[in-house]
């Protein structure tokens, strides 16, 4: 009879060796070595604790390792440098756990070495174990699966678990991972499987609205989600770190990770293609979980699914895919699209459905035909009509997409505290932060899948609830939602001045377009809404004077996006490139060129005149540049009362209306934006008809007044004090709401300390 800490030994050495990397001692030697320790500490007559006992049997099968790219500079740095500091710490960690190991990269690009090391109790530094020559350049793809894939040499045993920086384990979830490593020898569809999958809990929900957001979002996709794809459509591959690979199956089958350039950004799910095109099968269990610090700040969250979704554009167009495609039967398949790139095409679609309503809506407008139609229904009483025009979806995608997190919520929760969650979300304003979160996918995605050049964003995963200055979000949100938000509101605003609907019941198009509405402003201000402190006075009044010195500042050698917005707007469009990528650009921005054409068409001149809308264009020309030449040039130089006054003397001296002006100036300045897109996407030739810095100085203008007519309602609430301090109640917890507050106290006259 083995003392008790060996009857455990099985327990140790089937779950230590899957929660890291395993030694290739057999029971025989491990049982060896624990009874060398007991004859030692007889003949020492020294007693080991339970603990060090328990110790001395893992260290015989369980070695972790971490991989440190940059662990060989930091270990050259100077003594009072932050990276020499960091390696001080990363040896004080190996001290405290003899079994940590640190595998880096060593050496120049020419000569590079993969080096294991392990902290030496004599010298108390860190001793090299093992350095291999690397051929050359290591790092010539993503960098968290060449990270991998150096560092899994140093690896042993039958099962290997990768966990990322920002994953934690749990005692009582350590206890279950004997019962989690049996589950390669159950067989799941006449095979074994090859990948264990496991559930995420997210520990960082309870920090804000949004991070509870994600937490929910998560738990749905990781439980009720992965369980379906698992069992019974079985196209669940692998989404994150801490599932458990048969380490022999896949570093026989080409690793863990594939890790070419920009193809592979989204390096974890290709681990699950590989496995499903070799024969071998992915599990779902949920009687284990792994913690999970998920990102809390709006900017993270966003780099995050833009990196999710131009990754899922470049699977698109990878062979991994076209090679499932053909080996899946029909309704596989059709699982597997809806797993992966489906949902994504399926945001795009919502999002083009979107522009394709509203234009449809305008041109029926502006065309009289809708008047024609809705007179036709009152004609022969054909109420029907009437209401097919006016039909809006009473269960929208949004709500759909929400089924599966209720259902979730109901099951682990409860019925009544999952209605009263899912209410709190809502009066969070959940809603506003998934419409955002759905036009930074289907952007991103659209972008990749017309451009490619799909690329990793660092989020730095840091415990982040800080003030995002305006300037920063401007940068990040710009092309994506805010130049878009500004189109849609222009489209509802010239559809609410000529919509026969909105003139006979306002009420009526209120409901037609309330949904639409909201997602314009859902795109111009989520940002703002849910950033800490984005009312306070002090930090609007920082965040302007921040703002302007951004615009202001003249692009040069040695300045980059985030000091001068000449050379963000470079950065900005680096991705369009390629006779086909510029082509579709051009013909995107053709639409911009409708509301002039439309707009003109509609106008009360035209009607008076009985003339077609390209005439009444070049009308408006003629007699504008002929009698207001003058007028034009000094509005250049005036003030917001000189282009009142310029406007009130054009309405004077021409036949054009006051809603005529209005409308024209909204037609032609999106005519302007058109023609800046179609200057971007033909930059060489621009460039070399010398165009380009007209173009560049037309772009500044758009969004510079842009960013002023977003920032200007901002302003106006953090004008009122008690904005401030309902948004931070609002959307923070209770202990990050009552520190802010302390903060403003203790800072007292000082506003920007």
């Not at 951004?550 to 692009?555: A, E, M, N």
């Amino acid at each position: 009879m083995l003392p008790a800490p060996v009857r455990g030994m099985t327990y140790y050495h089937r779950a230590l060796k899957a929660q890291a990397f395993l030694d290739t001692a057999t029971d025989e030697m491990v049982e060896q070595g624990y009874r060398s320790a007991m004859s030692k500490e007889a003949a020492s007559g020294e007693s080991l604790t339970l603990p060090q006992y328990c110790e001395a049997l893992a260290d015989l099968k369980f070695v972790y390792v971490v991989t440190a790219q940059i662990f060989g500079a930091q270990k050259k740095g100077k003594a009072d440098s932050p990276a020499r500091a960091i390696y001080e710490e990363i040896l004080k960690m190996m001290e405290q756990h003899s079994s940590l190991r640190i595998a880096y990269i060593d050496g120049e690009e020419k000569s590079p070495y993969s080096v294991l090391v392990k902290y030496d109790q004599g010298t108390k530094q860190d001793q090299e174990v093992y350095r291999i020559k690397l051929p050359g350049k290591v790092v010539l793809g993503e960098g968290k699966p060449e990270n991998q894939n150096h560092a899994i040499i140093f690896t042993r045993g039958e099962a290997v678990q990768a966990i990322d920086m920002n994953q934690d384990n749990y005692l009582e979830e350590a206890m279950k991972m004997r019962n989690l490593l049996e589950e390669f020898d159950c067989k799941m569809d006449r095979h074994k499987p090859t990948i264990l999958g496991l559930r995420e809990h997210i520990f960082t929900s309870a920090v804000s609205s949004i991070a509870e957001f994600m937490c929910a979002q998560e738990l749905a996709f990781v439980t009720i989600g992965q369980r379906v794809l698992a069992r019974p459509l079985r196209v669940r591959m692998h989404y994150g770190h801490p599932d458990v690979f048969d380490r022999l199956f896949h570093i026989t089958r080409g690793g863990m990770s594939k890790a070419s350039k920009t193809i592979n950004v989204s390096e974890d799910i290709y681990a699950g293609f590989n496995t499903t095109l070799r024969g071998g099968s992915v599990t779902h269990h949920e009687y284990i979980q792994v913690g999970k610090g998920r990102d809390v700040g709006l900017n993270q969250i966003s780099m995050f699914e833009a990196k999710v979704s131009a990754g899922n554009s470049e699977q698109m167009l990878s062979r991994d895919v076209y090679r499932l495609g053909h080996m899946f039967d029909f309704f596989r398949m059709l699982s597997f699209y809806f797993n992966t790139v489906g949902f994504y095409i399926s945001t795009l679609m919502i999002v083009l459905t979107v522009y394709l309503f509203l234009y449809g809506r305008i041109y029926m407008a502006l065309s009289g035909i809708e008047e024609y139609l809705l007179g036709l229904g009152e004609t022969f009483g054909e109420n029907a009509l009437l209401a097919v025009l006016n039909a809006q979806l009473l269960v929208q995608i949004g709500i759909l997409s929400a089924i599966p997190m209720l259902a979730e919520f109901m099951l682990e929760r409860g019925f009544f505290q999952a209605i009263f969650d899912f209410g709190k979300m809502f009066l969070h304003l959940s809603m506003v932060f998934f419409t955002f979160s759905m036009g930074t996918k289907s952007h991103y995605f659209g972008r990749t899948l017309i451009h490619g050049g799909a690329k990793y964003r660092a989020t730095g995963r840091g415990f982040v609830v800080a003030h995002i200055r305006f300037a920063e979000n401007f940068r990040l949100f710009a092309r994506s939602h805010f130049i878009k938000g500004v189109e849609i509101i222009a489209l509802l605003s010239i559809y609410m001045v000529w919509s026969p609907i909105s003139k006979k019941s306002f009420m009526a198009y209120v409901f037609l377009m309330v949904s639409t509405w909201f997602l314009a402003f859902s795109w111009l201000f989520a940002p703002f809404i849910f950033n800490p402190s984005g009312f306070d006075w002090q930090k609007t009044v920082d965040d302007l004077d921040d703002y302007t010195k951004w615009l202001f500042r003249k692009g040069g050698i040695g300045v980059d996006g985030n000091q001068s917005w000449e050379r963000w707007f470079e950065d900005e469009h680096e991705h369009i490139r390629g006779c086909l990528g510029r082509l579709v650009e051009i013909i995107l921005a053709l639409r911009f060129f409708i509301y002039q054409f439309g707009v003109v068409y509609a106008l009360d001149v035209t009607k008076k005149h009985k003339k077609r809308s390209l005439s009444v264009n070049g009308m408006l020309g003629k007699r504008i540049s002929e009698k207001l030449r003058t007028i034009f040039r000094v509005m250049q130089f005036l003030s917001v009362c000189g282009v009142i006054i310029a406007l009130a003397v054009i309405i004077n001296k021409t036949d054009l209306s006051s809603a005529d002006v209005v409308m024209s100036l909204l037609a032609y300045a999106c005519t302007g934006w058109g023609i800046v897109q179609i200057g971007v996407a033909m930059k060489p030739l621009t460039k070399k008809v010398r165009l380009w810095g007209t173009i560049r100085k037309m772009a500044w203008f758009y969004d510079a007044t842009c960013g002023f007519i977003i920032f200007l309602p901002l302003a106006i609430l953090a004008w009122f004090p008690f904005s401030s301090t309902i948004q931070s109640r609002l959307l923070f917890n209770q202990a990050f709401s009552r520190g802010l507050e302390i903060s403003l106290i203790l800072a007292g006259n000082r506003p920007n300390q």
